[in-house]
């Protein structure tokens, strides 16, 4: 059986690493009694995949990985013995089961991720926000540098930009690509846009949460993202 989890991370547990998430719920998976499937050779593994690693010091409400059990589970029960055993901050929202062939596949999968981005307090531009992102979110391109691994390069990020818009309330909605060959992140989206504004970005500035993650059902076509948790079914 293959499953999909999805949670959230939140609280101090932002600040714990992505390597360090993956350990976190092998020894989750243990306590909780979760029959998850090894691979075979010498040095044996749960058989997982995490999808979209997040950065250090962001908080999510969709975070997801893949795991292959080595026998069917009523997909409530997972939910249930893993939020027994969840620290502050990590909380399982749903269990799906997805197609064989689908659970190894988690971040090839991801095409898109929501975001919501907040102002930490005194920072928060004294302009009507929603005039100023429909005009920069407009423009027919948005050159940022970009940082290889040798150098830096101009990069026009608009096409990878699929939505952006204010919320009335000082917050910021993006949805950016976030597929491994264009993937975007939102500081980088924010400092431009500050840019744009005549304001100098500073470090700290902004909270970044993300909300969820998708994979594109068309994407050589009109973008179809559909929720990773969508993707699979409930197991009664």
Do not use: W
Request: a neutral charge; proline letters at 6%.
């Amino acid at each position: 059986m293959k499953v999909r989890i999805k949670f959230t991370k939140e609280g101090p547990m932002k600040f714990v690493g992505h390597l360090d998430t993956m350990r976190y719920f092998q020894k989750a998976l243990r306590r909780a009694g979760i029959p998850v499937a090894f691979s075979g050779g010498y040095s044996p593994h749960m058989i997982m995949s995490f999808a979209a690693p997040l950065g250090v010091g962001t908080t999510s409400l969709g975070e997801y990985f893949d795991m292959e059990l080595r026998e069917a589970m009523p997909t409530a029960e997972i939910e249930k013995r893993l939020n027994e055993t969840m620290a502050e901050g990590i909380r399982v929202i749903s269990a799906r089961q997805v197609e064989e062939g689908k659970a190894s596949k988690a971040m090839s999968l991801v095409a898109a991720c929501d975001y919501r981005i907040s102002f930490r307090p005194g920072r928060t531009p004294e302009i009507p926000l929603e005039e100023k992102v429909e005009e920069f979110i407009s423009r027919p391109s948005i050159l940022v540098m970009k940082k290889t691994k040798r150098s830096e390069k101009e990069v026009d990020i608009r096409p990878y930009i699929y939505e952006m818009k204010a919320d009335g309330k000082g917050n910021i909605f993006l949805r950016l690509a976030s597929a491994s060959a264009n993937y975007t992140k939102p500081e980088l989206v924010m400092d431009r846009f500050l840019s744009f504004l005549g304001i100098e970005p500073e470090p700290f500035s902004y909270l970044t949460e993300r909300l969820e993650v998708y994979a594109d059902m068309d994407p050589e076509g009109v973008h179809k993202f559909v929720s990773l948790e969508a993707l699979g079914e409930i197991v009664e």
